[in-house]
């Protein structure tokens, strides 16, 4: 009979030891992160029959569980996933709202003192110091161009180090999935499938976790306890013990346009999620419209300057000069965005338009054909269609239709029926916009009509009057009111950017705190375990000195 207690208390002193030992790792852990509270599990041992019944025999360790939910977990994941996506678009967003509302920043307090200076010459044509002003203006004015389109170009430069940066870490976290995997299917393997590795679990479901605030992430387990992990419309990031790489590629038409590449495939339409996707929707939804409409200004008042300013005369006397562009645009680059896989090797070149009033800040060719009349051009400003055009049409000089609105493009290779190019002949514009550097002297200004009449302020008028004629966006809108819009596009989407990441904030808080209060470790209660554990050890204890006391006797009692 002692031998039976005695088998009964030690079964019980291992049992709560175990239970000790967990109930001091959950408390050592307490602020590790990932880590999720560990319990043991106590089975009876199997009874036996003496005769006069079935007598207990004891107690065993059935398992070390952790306190899992895969529902919540996957609930923090996503709820992780949106907040850096909205996170990530909300601070870019900040910084290009803050170049361009912000009137030391802006365009429009330089836009306006130009005007002024132009009124001035108007109101006095003769006047040398007023045609000085309105020079200091004009380069003041190009300036600022260059200067907001220097940082939008910094911007583009900090949005592909982000990129690169959470490429990276995705691609170490992949592989410590792959390396994880082989080690819990070795574990498991060992305790045949009941004893689970639950630190290693533990491990993955935080890495998982951390590419969810890159990009959306999604797994399927397996049976061996592996899981296969996949991003964006099921592209396969990590397959057992296999790592694949995501990595950053120039776009064929656009080398500084990265776009995000997996297993040879261009994934960056085929994303959500994470401060990757937040990334990538700022470029494409704010930061290359606001540089494209920073572009169209500038090609804009450009053109519409120098088509006035080179009919007029100067003040130089007869022969008065006429003739000269009051500003230079020089050859802005043409930035062309193709279809995924494209290769029809699309080339454009920046032609100065005849007119702002066609100016789009973009425009969509589209194959529609085979025969000789191929494209159709839409100009995405105003929706107006140029259609059926030739590739002469695209590539002629004017008066042909690309030509007229400021561009040539031109193929090599081959076009597909449904091909679609994205192009943007005023992209850069804003970065090469100058006085012209012919005129030297504020007596070239030409402010007259006539030769004749150098004192006449009628071409000055004219010139004054660009103000607030609205000749662009196809007579719709005047100068102050296009960079008005681009204002407003922008602080309109960081706007909303600003509630939605607070509301995300809210959700993945309220997800953590969901998985916290089924997985963390709660110390209070941890310390009421270790008095339990303690007091059920020593009554073991005291039964092994008992079944010892017994055992004594029984041994005497032969002496």
Known sequence: MSMGILGTALSGLTAFQRSLETTSNNIANANTDGYSRQRVELATRPEQFNGAGYMGNGVEVANITRSYDQFITNQVRTSAATFNDVNSFYKLSAQIDNITADNATGLAPALKSFFNAVDDVSNDPTSIAA?????????????????????????????????????????????????????????????????????????????LTKIAEKVDVSYVAQSDGSINVFIGKGQSLVLGNYAAELSLQGDAL????????????????????GSIYG??????QVLDPAQQQLGLLATGIATEFNNIHRNGYDLSGPPSATGVDFFDLGTPSVQVKGPPGNNAGAVA??????????????????????????????????????????????SDPAP????????????????????SFTISPNFNAAANIKLNSAITNP???????AADLPGDNSNALKLAELETKTGMLGGRASFTQVYGQLVADVGSQ???????????????????????NISGVNLDEEAANLIKFQNSYQAAAKAVSVANAMFDTLIGAFR
Do not use: C, W
């Open 279 to 284: 990334n990538l929707r700022f470029r494409d």
């Open 400 to 419: 042909a239709v690309a030509a007229a609105n400021g561009f040539n493009i031109s193929f090599s290779g081959t076009l597909t029926i449904g091909n």
């Open 494 to 516: 960081t706007h909303a950017a600003s509630v939605s990441r607070d509301a995300q904030d809210t959700l993945l808080k309220q997800a953590t705190s969901a998985k916290e």
């Open 349 to 394: 070149s920046f032609v100065a338009p005849t007119s702002a009033t066609t100016l789009g800040a973009s425009y969509k060719l589209e194959v529609i054909s085979t025969g000789p009349d191929v494209f159709t051009l839409t100009n995405l400003s105003d929706n107006s269609v140029y259609t059926p055009l030739s590739a002469s049409d695209l």
């Open 131 to 207: 045609r000085q002003v309105m020079l200091t203006q004009a380069e003041s004015l190009t300036q600022q161009f260059n200067t907001m389109n220097e940082r939008f170009g910094n911007l583009r430069t900090q949005v592909n180090n982000n990129l690169a940066s959470a490429v990276d870490e995705v691609n170490g976290y992949a592989k410590s999935i792959a390396e994880l995997n082989v080690k819990i299917v070795a574990d498991i393997g060992r305790s045949t499938g009941k004893q689970l590795p639950n630190q290693l679990l533990d491990q993955r479901d935080q890495l």
């Open 443 to 449: 007596k070239q200004i030409a402010a007259a009509s």
């Open 254 to 273: 656009n080398a500084d346009q990265k776009q995000l590449v997996l297993n040879g495939q261009d994934i960056s339409n085929q994303i959500s999620g």
